[in-house]
């Protein structure tokens, strides 16, 4: 195994929260990049043309560029018409950034495919995976990943004790409290028309994360999209959720939900609130 190889593998099996972005920083392009190159190949900023090649389907999240799918086609143009057209997670716009690299011979373009599929591990690929989705993106877009290696799945770990009760429990308790809240009670009462449907969608979510059951199929990340949110509804969001895990759940439990909204709390931010970085002219 090659020093590179030992730190890719190292970095699909660190499940740390949010500095993987750091940790994996010299081999996601940055925001700012001139040039874009995943894994040492060329790409193009914009949407392909009508002509053979391999596209990149990007989230921003902070300072970099998270692939979220790659493709090769024959023609780019109408295959990525037609995923946009098909697939929920593009079509609700979790995809923000699109490049391509021009590629007419077909045998080279799946050798290039099954290189950055492994060396990234896109949440909205499932064939050439090498392991999970890096935890920022994961967090935004489910992962489709099948079959990973051990240690890899969703819910590797300590089992984890708790009762479907106890999550509903936990959900209303946080619900009651976060609807009377001066700061974030306004945003869920303008979002939310159908609580026990909503109650019913969140204690899924829970479930699936805690559980390992299959009912949540969404992403959590794409009804915040148009809710105008605030950086600061989010430390009153993580602070309440964390009281009602704790008084609702097994120690062991809680802590489990407690690290996952705290994640995805740094992870929603990154998401919707990118750092506007200034222009700076090139050096000679």
């Given at each position: 195994?090659?020093?590179?190889q030992?730190?890719?593998?190292?970095?699909r099996?660190d499940?740390?929260?949010?500095?993987?972005?750091h940790?994996?920083?010299p081999?996601?392009?940055?925001a700012?990049a001139p040039?874009?190159a995943?894994a040492?190949?060329?790409?193009?900023?914009?949407?392909?043309?009508?002509?053979?090649?391999?596209?990149?389907?990007?989230?921003?999240?902070?300072?970099?560029?998270?692939p979220v799918?790659?493709?090769?086609?024959?023609d780019?143009?109408?295959?990525l018409?037609?995923?946009r057209a098909?697939?929920?997670v593009?079509a609700?716009?979790?995809?923000d950034?699109?490049?391509w690299?021009?590629?007419?011979?077909a045998?080279?373009?799946?050798?290039?495919?099954r290189?950055?599929v492994?060396?990234?591990?896109?949440?909205?690929?499932?064939?050439?995976?090498?392991?999970?989705?890096?935890?920022?993106?994961?967090?935004?877009?489910?992962?489709?990943?099948?079959?990973?290696?051990?240690?890899?799945?969703?819910?590797?770990?300590?089992?984890?004790?708790?009762?479907?009760?106890?999550l509903?429990?936990?959900?209303r308790?946080?619900?009651?409290?976060a609807?009377?809240d001066p700061?974030?009670?306004?945003?869920?009462?303008?979002?939310?028309?159908d609580?026990?449907?909503?109650?019913?969608?969140v204690?899924?979510?829970w479930?699936?994360a805690?559980?390992?059951?299959?009912?949540y199929?969404?992403?959590?990340?794409?009804?915040?999209?148009?809710m105008?949110?605030?950086p600061?509804?989010?430390?009153?969001?993580?602070g309440?959720?964390?009281?009602n895990?704790e008084?609702?759940?097994k120690?062991?439990?809680?802590?489990?939900?407690?690290?996952?909204?705290?994640?995805?709390s740094?992870?929603?931010?990154?998401?919707?609130?990118?750092?506007?970085?200034?222009?700076?002219e090139?050096?000679?």
């Amino acid at each position: 195994m090659q020093p590179h190889q030992r730190q890719d593998a190292a970095h699909r099996l660190d499940h740390s929260p949010m500095p993987a972005a750091h940790r994996a920083g010299p081999s996601l392009p940055r925001a700012d990049a001139p040039e874009v190159a995943f894994a040492g190949f060329a790409f193009v900023a914009g949407d392909p043309p009508p002509r053979a090649g391999l596209f990149a389907l990007t989230r921003r999240i902070g300072e970099f560029l998270y692939p979220v799918l790659f493709a090769e086609a024959e023609d780019m143009d109408a295959t990525l018409t037609r995923l946009r057209a098909d697939e929920p997670v593009l079509a609700a716009g979790l995809a923000d950034g699109c490049f391509w690299s021009a590629r007419d011979n077909a045998r080279q373009r799946l050798h290039v495919l099954r290189d950055l599929v492994g060396k990234y591990d896109p949440p909205l690929n499932e064939d050439f995976r090498m392991g999970r989705a890096a935890p920022e993106i994961a967090a935004l877009i489910p992962d489709r990943g099948k079959n990973l290696p051990a240690g890899e799945g969703e819910h590797a770990g300590e089992q984890i004790d708790a009762t479907e009760d106890e999550l509903k429990a936990m959900v209303r308790a946080f619900y009651s409290e976060a609807m009377a809240d001066p700061l974030i009670g306004p945003v869920f009462a303008r979002n939310v028309s159908d609580w026990e449907h909503h109650f019913e969608i969140v204690q899924n979510f829970w479930s699936r994360a805690l559980l390992g059951t299959t009912r949540y199929q969404g992403s959590p990340f794409t009804p915040h999209l148009a809710m105008n949110l605030k950086p600061e509804f989010f430390d009153r969001w993580v602070g309440l959720f964390r009281k009602n895990a704790e008084a609702n759940l097994k120690p062991a439990a809680a802590q489990a939900a407690i690290a996952r909204v705290e994640h995805m709390s740094v992870c929603f931010q990154a998401g919707l609130f990118p750092p506007k970085i200034p222009h700076q002219e090139p050096t000679a």
